[in-house]
């Protein structure tokens, strides 16, 4: 079950059940920038759909499930549990709308534009310039360079230890 909300301003709100975890998910995004975060709450099965709520100081989600009420305060880009009842005086509720069971995240990155750097993420591409980078491209190339994932120095295709930090290498 999941639930899509938008908070106006090009902010957004995807929040997930998941068994007995919920996941929230807010996202802003505009011309030039676009961010999110992600926090797993565990609520226990839902009883019925989140309930959003606006109030004096910021927005509030509440979850119903078989362990009791769970209150989640949102602000900006965080995302926090509330400990005990908050106070909903003057509380507005906000729609929040069902989407498709357990869609895989929100929806996709725009292509982002500033000046002669542009940005798109599916594919991965970026170009700046006379510079232009696409993982499809760096995927299909191949190479015999190899990094140790703990430094970044350099190492050779069959050594088992990093020559300069002797991090153990993967084989």
């Known amino acids: 079950m999941a639930y ?17 975890q919920t996941i929230i998910t807010l996202s802003t995004g505009s011309a030039s920038q676009q961010q999110s975060q992600q926090s797993t709450v565990q609520t226990g099965e839902w009883r019925s759909a989140p309930t ?3 109030t004096a100081r910021g927005l509030i989600l509440r979850i119903e499930a078989a362990q009791g009420h769970t209150f989640i305060s949102l602000h900006a880009n965080a995302i926090g549990l509330l400990k005990g009842l908050p106070s909903m005086v003057g509380a507005k509720v906000l729609p929040l709308q069902k989407t498709a069971d357990s869609p895989s995240s929100m929806p996709p990155m725009q292509p982002m534009q500033m000046g002669n750097m542009r940005m798109q993420m599916n594919p991965m591409e970026m170009q700046m310039g006379d510079l ?4 499809d491209d760096m995927a299909s190339t191949p190479t015999d360079k190899h990094f140790c994932s703990q430094c970044g120095s350099r190492i050779s295709k069959n050594d088992r230890f990093c020559a300069h930090c ?3 290498l993967s084989s």
Do not use: I, P, S
């Open 4 to 20: 899509l909300g938008d908070l106006g301003a090009g902010k957004r709100l995807l929040v997930e059940n998941r068994g007995a």
């Open 132 to 135: 232009h980078l696409k993982m």
């Open 52 to 54: 959003l709520f606006q």
């Open 166 to 168: 002797g991090t153990q």
